[in-house]
């Protein structure tokens, strides 16, 4: 995986996957699928309380660890099946409720999946490496459950 911070505090993580990317798409939008790896490490435990996954549509999802939960929420703002998503992001317990942006792109190469994923509009240099340090625990647990 490579990472790369731009100008502006956002931050772009790219993957392959050797599956179809239907299967990938499948797993950023199904609320099983996303309880088993959307969380940095397996030490959290993650609920889905709403995915509702259309233009528009909201979701909430909680990290479960023993320090504590972490809960983040946003809304869909673009999709299109199997290709894309796109979707704001926000922490609930966030002081500043700062609303940050998520596009996930997957193109279809090499047998596999490319999966480009670019988080905007975070607050400062401390909130992209801390966010890049859970991007890149989550997507290591993604492998698990698409490459299964």
């Known amino acids: 995986m490579s990472a790369q911070a ?7 993580l790219e993957r392959h996957f ?6 990938v798409f499948k797993a950023w939008t ?7 790896w959307f969380a940095p490490s397996n030490d959290f435990r993650t609920v889905v309380h709403e995915l509702d996954v259309c233009v528009g549509g909201k979701y909430r999802i909680a990290m479960h ?7 983040v929420y946003g809304e869909y703002v673009y999709i299109e099946a199997p290709e894309s998503l796109v979707f704001t992001w926000a922490w609930e317990h966030d002081e500043d409720a700062v609303q940050m ?4 792109e997957l193109t279809e190469a090499n047998g596999g999946t490319d999966m480009k994923l670019l988080h905007e509009r975070l607050p400062g240099e401390a909130a992209r490496d801390l966010h890049n340090e859970g991007w890149t625990g989550c997507l290591a647990r993604l492998v698990g459950v698409v490459e299964q």
Do not use: F, K
């Not at 199904?30 to 088993?36: E, F, I």
């Not at 660890?65 to 809960?71: A, F, N, P, S, Y």
């Open 6 to 12: 731009s100008p502006g505090y956002s931050l772009t």
């Open 18 to 23: 050797n599956t179809d990317r239907d299967t």
């Open 30 to 36: 199904d609320a099983t699928a996303l309880s088993h």
């Open 65 to 71: 660890e023993d320090d504590g939960i972490h809960v």
């Open 101 to 104: 942006l998520v596009t996930v």
